[in-house]
């Protein structure tokens, strides 16, 4: 089985060979095509793959290409990981935001709606590349903003694009972790968009324990996201978010952290990912113990500004391992092999969410076997989610309008709706910012 990665240059691509290399059951993947626009960055990644597999028998082969055409043909699975306009695209994206006083992280909020003006477009343009060359495919989505992104391929693929997130198998197994139980005894009842969900139920044996844990302090502000949001804020929910809602629940104390902050995520990371890709890319070094204590400090770091804003502290031990690949993985074997499994995935509503109309993506548990992710009808959200829902996916539907028509009016309305942004002053100040950041948007008009 052939996997392309496109973004194959990125620094998370080891993680997801690393599940490769431990998979040994048959119909596996046995050769990995990675595509890049830099062929730098893809040189070093390759490097980093080439000492994971040294010691494997028969490791799937790895090819790298700079050219697209040739990385999609014949594959069975495209995995979509691209970063348009690099980590510098996204401190820009920051830093634009910032001066307003607004939120720039790279999903929520200005920098989100940005970030999917630039990349809207490249994941269409991808998205009806694999329709031509390898119309068989199943193309898997990580590409941020993931929600946004996935169901502006959708209009292409339909079904056959499907987007993941580690962030709900994380709070997921998080969970599970304080309840004491196996998490593949849990089912997580969760349900949102991309960064932008609650679990309103976790069944053991058919049981909701959620009660068990919100009626229990200590147990509650034991993990990460009751760290965040604190016990009374998770009682009044009566549901665990998402922690990219503290980003809504405290977005002044956030914006204040992140303003105070010595340098924002996306300049720390452009800071400390270009010193691994010179290092690694050098004859001799060691990539992949570089990689490794690179990502060891990247994940340690991860929302350090809202933990900071929330006086939540470091992040624990079992949540630094990541994720994201084991659901790639998972989503890979249900389909190649029908080995039936439910797993959080970003794909078209078709009725399953009630307040969505049938092709808004949404986050939600699917059943997955050789025929793709399924849905199942959900129990609606609460008002005040429900409300939250929409409005988000108005603004989506905006960016994706924007992106393709090089419409400034939609991409102005797409800021103006967002809940973070209060002003359409403001909103037109963050159009005019970001066409100055980035000569690609110089096309909205």
Known sequence: MRLTIVGGGGFRVPLVYGALLADRAPGRVTRVVLHDVDAGRLAAVGRVLAEQAREVPDAPEVVTTTDLDEALTGADFVFSAMRVGGLEGRAADERVALAEGVLGQETVGAGGIAF?????????????RVRRLAPDAWVINFTNPAGLVTEAMSRTLGDRVIGICDSPVGLGRRLARVLGVDPARAFVDYAGLNHLGWVRAVRVDGRDQLPRLLADRALLESFEEGRLFGADWLRALGAIPNEYLHYYYFNRE????YRRAERTRGVFLRDQQARFYEEAGRPGAPALQLWNRTRAEREATYMAENRDAAGAGEREEEDLSGGYEKVALALMRAIARDERATLVLNVRNRGALP?????????IPCLVDANGAHPPTAAPLPQHAAALVSAVKAVEREVITAALTGSRAAAVKAFALHPLIDSVAVARRLMDGYREAHPGLTRFE
């Open 116 to 128: 999917g003006l630039r990349t809207v477009p490249v994941a269409v343009d991808l998205a009806r």
């Open 254 to 257: 956030t914006v204040d952290a």
């Open 355 to 363: 307040g969505q109309d049938d092709d808004a993506v949404v986050e």
